[in-house]
């Protein structure tokens, strides 16, 4: 399999939560869809762990944990690619930054 990423991954494990935009990206309440960990981060964007997929090419706001601090870090992310992890009840998902 041919290597897509443009840039080198690095580790980076934080707590993650997410939520889908409407299709007009209109700042609704929408449940927490994706509330997981992340794995690795990259310049164009990150791998996140989660009990749930993610429709393809949607937008989520997503937020990170900062280490050590009840702050998060907010930013949209386009849902680019979404795998079940073999034997486990969780998905993968690749995020693509959008800011």
Known sequence: ???MRQSPRY???V???GSL???LGA????PVLLEGESENIAKGGVCVRSEHAAPLNSVLHCEFALSGNPVFLATLLKVRWSHKI???NQY???LQFLL
């Open 15 to 17: 707590r993650t939560r």
């Open 86 to 88: 073999e034997g486990m």
């Open 27 to 30: 700042p609704e309440e929408f």
């Open 92 to 94: 993968r998902l690749g």
């Open 21 to 23: 935009l409407s299709p």
């Open 11 to 13: 580790p980076w494990i």
């Open 1 to 3: 399999m041919k290597e």
